[in-house]
């Protein structure tokens, strides 16, 4: 038999242990105060003292006392106490923990003279034991409910999650706490003040024990997660998750149209539209809430647990986990619905984007491409800029769609980039003339993509399968395909010689002249 204390196990120590005195329950101490001039006593009724627990421990047989010495010194740092109450668990109750530290020193007078056998003392200033696996039950009727516990041999009081929806019309959830105190008078006012500080205290301690508890089964790869807001996945008995075969198909779908180009923004639009149901059944999407399911990793079946906790035991309050604490990462933790190389492709075009915003000073990435097509993909050759479009009309009275650099009048009245403005059409012919380029000389571009497939950078590698598969037997195209352009195309550079630079996403770079300036 033995022992664990702060994780580690007595045997790792070469440490046999067992205990010799174990009160069914820790000691009582009696709350009462003598009053002069009356008779007897007033009782403030009692609690339990601190809890005391001998360990009887002898070490393995070492070759000599100097081997010994060091085995002693070794166990001394493990039980320091001056790292305060640790989680201690024996081998006689292993669903069962209480937070303690040691108590007394390890005599080595004693340890020599009894051939490496010794006393120690453990002192649990919290004199309860918490379970290691808390009780759960469900309550799923209405009205009065009996729940029958089965750990435990004191009245505790428990923790109480509520899951429920509640209209406005029904009553509300009422928690009294009853002891009997008259606050009108000074000696219940003490008593007041004194057990709203004990039950502060004690509401500390629960929450730590909740903790510790908590990041143990973390520790180990142990969690439940709820799915009431997270599409794609429910969840089993055991709380782990598996994949609702109805939802799949959405997330896929959300992956692939990302890595076709479309915005969160545009993917949104898109759901709403055909009326893709969400996590609650309705059809309103937000894309911030797209974009937290393209950076979630359990969609590739992995697991990161501990993103957000709770700094305020009072209030409850949680914020997110930046590295303030300890975050756990299990891989393959249940079945993926999006692979790793997907997922892995998604987060590199999530970088790629960041980056290119960050490059031409803008904000909107492709913003509303089904009204405004090259929204964010025309660049200025002279500033690296993006160009913006504008709605001009001519002296007989025919509108039409040009595209300018944003930096030409930055401040109102002054030219400041004086590259040229571009016609939308013109734009449209360069682009479809680039691309027929690119699907009538497919041969020349084959060893590059041959080469990309082998990269080290998976979008890359991505993206040559993708220009492979597209040009493969491709009709050259005729007119616009804002969606098929989204796919493929990166940006298109305008230089003031007219000369339009055609980018792919591939990074093949097609030169253009515009010969209608």
């Known amino acids: 038999m033995g022992f664990s204390f702060q994780g580690i196990h007595s045997k790792e120590k070469k440490l046999k242990a067992r205990i010799t005195g174990y009160p069914m329950l820790p000691a009582f101490r009696n709350n009462t105060e003598s009053i002069p001039g009356r008779s007897g006593i007033l009782d403030f009724g009692m609690e339990y003292s601190e809890r005391i627990i001998p360990v009887e421990c002898s070490v393995f047989p070492e070759q000599d006392f100097s081997a010994l010495v060091h085995r002693i010194d070794e166990i001394n740092g493990w039980l320091n106490p001056?790292?305060?109450?640790?989680?201690?668990?024996?081998?006689?109750?292993?669903?069962?923990?209480?937070?303690?530290?040691?108590?007394?020193?390890?005599?080595?007078?004693?340890?020599?003279?009894?051939?490496?056998?010794?006393?120690?003392?453990?002192?649990?200033?919290?004199?309860?034991?918490?379970?290691?696996?808390?009780?759960?039950?469900?309550?799923?009727?209405?009205?009065?409910?009996?729940?029958?516990?089965?750990?435990?041999?004191?009245?505790?009081?428990?923790?109480?999650?509520?899951?429920?929806?509640?209209?406005?019309?029904?009553?509300?959830v009422d928690i009294e706490v009853k002891e009997n105190i008259n606050t009108l008078d000074a000696k219940g006012e003490v008593l007041l003040t004194i057990l709203s500080s004990l039950a502060q205290d004690e509401s500390r301690s629960i929450s730590e024990n909740c903790t510790w508890g908590i990041r143990r089964r973390f520790e180990t790869g142990k969690h439940k997660m709820s799915t009431k807001r997270f599409l794609g996945y429910d969840t089993d008995e055991n709380g782990k998750l598996v994949i609702n075969r109805m939802q799949e198909p959405i997330v896929v779908r959300l992956y692939q149209e990302f890595l076709d180009g479309k915005t969160t923004d545009y993917i949104k639009r898109i759901f709403e539209k055909e009326g893709v149901r969400n996590?609650?059944?309705?059809?309103?999407?937000?894309?911030?809430?797209?974009?937290?399911?393209?950076?979630?990793?359990?969609?590739?079946?992995?697991?990161?647990?501990?993103?957000?906790?709770?700094?305020?035991?009072?209030?409850?309050?949680?914020?997110?986990?930046?590295?303030?604490?300890?975050?756990?990462?299990?891989?393959?933790?249940?079945?993926?619905?999006?692979?790793?190389?997907?997922?892995?492709?998604?987060?590199?075009?999530?970088?790629?984007?960041?980056?290119?915003?960050?490059?031409?000073?803008?904000?909107?990435?492709?913003?509303?491409?089904?009204?405004?097509?090259?929204?964010?993909?025309?660049?200025?050759?002279?500033?690296?800029?993006?160009?913006?479009?504008?709605?001009?009309?001519?002296?007989?009275?025919?509108?039409?769609?040009?595209?300018?650099?944003?930096?030409?009048?930055?401040?109102?009245?002054?030219?400041?980039?004086?590259?040229?403005?571009?016609?939308?059409?013109?734009?449209?012919?360069?682009?479809?003339?680039?691309?027929?380029?690119?699907?009538?000389?497919?041969?020349?571009?084959?060893?590059?993509?041959?080469?990309?497939?082998?990269?080290?950078?998976?979008?890359?590698?991505?993206?040559?399968?993708?220009f492979i598969e597209y040009t493969d037997g491709a009709e050259p195209l005729t007119e616009m395909d804002t969606d098929f352009m989204l796919k493929t195309l990166d940006h298109i550079k305008v230089f003031e010689d007219g000369t339009l630079l055609v980018v792919f996403l591939d990074g093949t770079e097609i030169e253009c002249k515009n010969e209608e300036e």
């Not at 108590?103 to 918490?130: K, Q, W």
């Not at 009065?144 to 041999?153: D, E, H, L, P």
């Not at 993509?449 to 991505?462: A, D, P, R, V």
């Open 279 to 466: 996590w609650d059944g309705g059809t309103k999407w937000q894309a911030t809430t797209l974009m937290s399911m393209l950076e979630n990793e359990k969609y590739k079946g992995d697991a990161l647990l501990q993103k957000s906790y709770t700094v305020d035991f009072l209030t409850k309050k949680r914020t997110q986990n930046k590295g303030e604490i300890q975050m756990f990462y299990v891989e393959d933790d249940h079945d993926a619905i999006i692979s790793k190389r997907i997922w892995e492709c998604v987060q590199l075009e999530i970088k790629r984007r960041k980056k290119y915003l960050e490059e031409h000073g803008t904000n909107s990435y492709s913003h509303r491409p089904e009204s405004n097509p090259f929204a964010s993909k025309i660049i200025c050759g002279d500033c690296n800029k993006v160009f913006a479009r504008k709605g001009w009309q001519s002296s007989t009275g025919v509108g039409r769609k040009v595209w300018q650099c944003s930096e030409r009048y930055e401040v109102k009245g002054v030219m400041g980039c004086a590259n040229r403005h571009v016609e939308e059409e013109t734009l449209i012919k360069a682009y479809l003339m680039a691309w027929n380029a690119l699907v009538e000389n497919r041969e020349d571009f084959m060893e590059q993509w041959t080469e990309q497939l082998q990269s080290e950078n998976l979008l890359e590698g991505y993206r040559a399968e993708k």
């Open 82 to 172: 001056y790292r305060g109450v640790q989680p201690l668990i024996f081998d006689e109750y292993p669903y069962r923990y209480f937070m303690a530290r040691m108590n007394t020193e390890i005599s080595m007078e004693r340890v020599s003279r009894t051939a490496g056998t010794f006393s120690l003392e453990f002192i649990c200033p919290d004199p309860f034991g918490y379970a290691v696996e808390d009780e759960v039950f469900s309550i799923a009727a209405e009205g009065k409910t009996t729940v029958n516990r089965q750990k435990g041999n004191l009245i505790s009081e428990p923790i109480f999650e509520l899951n429920a929806i509640m209209d406005s019309t029904s009553s509300y």
